[in-house]
């Protein structure tokens, strides 16, 4: 019986590590209809962590971080609508910020070792080294 305790603990502490699973989601106070249902669906909460993820992200690129924000939350909104589509509607949206992403990222002016060299004392401190 005592050997059996840890393994006990261990799994009455699961059900808390959930939430660290989906960054923008804390399941432990979903009181959203739409949030429930994606905390008790082990796929769609991979889904949202994947979101944060890439929202993440494309907002770190964005030269308008609140605007992404503000977008991002109407998104949020949409959710309502489409509760029995769920996972396409999350995969829709991580590929249309995946698409942004890699569209801005075309955008970016290329830095070639030279320019760095030139602007950058520390690049050239570094080789000293």
Do not use: H
């Not at 991979?46 to 503000?70: C, H, I, N, T, Y």
């Amino acid at each position: 019986m005592a050997a059996r305790w840890p393994m006990l603990l261990l799994l009455s502490l699961l059900p808390l590590a959930i939430p660290a699973l989906a960054a923008d989601l804390d399941c432990t106070k979903a009181t959203d209809p739409v949030d429930k249902k994606v905390c008790a669906d082990p796929s769609l909460l991979r889904a949202e962590e994947k979101l944060a993820d890439v929202f993440a992200a494309r907002k770190a690129l964005s030269p308008e971080p609140g605007a992404e924000q503000q977008g991002q939350t109407s998104w949020r909104a949409l959710r309502q609508d489409f509760t029995s589509k769920l996972p396409s509607f999350y995969q829709s949206r991580i590929e249309a910020l995946e698409d942004e992403i890699a569209e801005q990222r075309k955008e970016a002016p290329v830095v070639t070792t030279q320019d760095a060299q030139k602007n950058c004392i520390w690049f050239a401190l570094s080789l000293a080294d």
